[in-house]
């Protein structure tokens, strides 16, 4: 029996942006139709398989696998008509599931100027900050020279706390 995998979620005006968390992913099936999309795809140990019926309907022709990690699977999906949802699934329910994917999440009432900066995996932020880009920058440990630091010789002539005990233990007090 295919497993149900942890599904995250954003949307903006025109499209839905998903993630699917699978390692190792290997799509077998990915198919939109009408309000629906269907996912189908095995790890090396594992079968998952979600159908998503959501709020309302899509365009079968724009369902694209953007990209992925080896452990998650994105997928775009434009809305048939341009609109925000008031929740992605056409159910009430809450599922266990799905999940709001806050990195890449936008209200409605946000400008559009930095509307896909944060869509990638580890991709730039609204503001411009891309993690990335100033990771690959910094190289090892971020750059810190840790050289000048040296072993502090006094720290070996302190008593050990267990000789302490033993004299508190005989005078019955503490010093």
Same mark, same amino acid.
């Given at each position: 029996?295919?497993?149900?995998?942890?599904?995250?979620?954003?949307?903006?005006?025109?499209?839905?942006?998903?993630?699917?968390?699978?390692?190792?992913?290997?799509?077998?099936?990915?198919?939109?139709?009408?309000?629906?999309?269907?996912?189908?795809?095995?790890?090396?140990?594992?079968?998952?398989?979600?159908?998503?019926?959501?709020?309302?309907?899509?365009?079968?022709?724009?369902?694209?696998?953007?990209?992925?990690?080896?452990?998650?699977?994105?997928?775009?999906?434009?809305?048939?008509?341009?609109?925000?949802?008031?929740?992605?699934?056409?159910?009430?329910?809450?599922?266990?599931?799905?999940?709001? %994917? &806050? @990195?890449?999440?936008? /209200?409605?009432? $946000? +400008? !559009?100027?930095?509307? =896909?900066?944060?869509?990638?995996?580890?991709?730039?932020?609204?503001?411009?900050?891309?993690?990335?880009?100033?990771?690959?920058?910094?190289?090892?440990?971020?750059?810190? %020279? &840790? @050289?000048?630091?040296? /072993?502090?010789? $006094? +720290? !070996?002539?302190?008593? =050990?706390?267990?000789?302490?005990?033993?004299?508190?233990?005989?005078?019955?007090?503490?010093?």
């Amino acid at each position: 029996m295919a497993k149900q995998p942890t599904v995250l979620w954003a949307q903006r005006e025109s499209l839905v942006y998903l993630t699917i968390e699978v390692d190792e992913a290997k799509i077998e099936e990915l198919k939109g139709e009408g309000n629906k999309l269907h996912f189908q795809g095995s790890s090396k140990t594992d079968k998952y398989e979600a159908t998503l019926e959501f709020f309302d309907e899509i365009d079968p022709a724009s369902v694209k696998h953007t990209g992925s990690s080896t452990r998650v699977v994105e997928i775009t999906v434009q809305k048939k008509t341009p609109a925000w949802w008031p929740r992605l699934l056409q159910n009430k329910g809450k599922v266990h599931w799905l999940k709001v %994917d &806050f @990195g890449k999440w936008k /209200d409605e009432d $946000e +400008d !559009d100027e930095a509307e =896909d900066a944060g869509a990638g995996i580890g991709g730039g932020m609204a503001n411009g900050f891309d993690l990335n880009q100033y990771m690959s920058q910094m190289g090892g440990a971020g750059g810190a %020279d &840790f @050289g000048g630091l040296e /072993d502090d010789e $006094e +720290d !070996d002539d302190m008593p =050990d706390l267990e000789d302490n005990e033993e004299e508190e233990g005989k005078n019955g007090t503490r010093a």
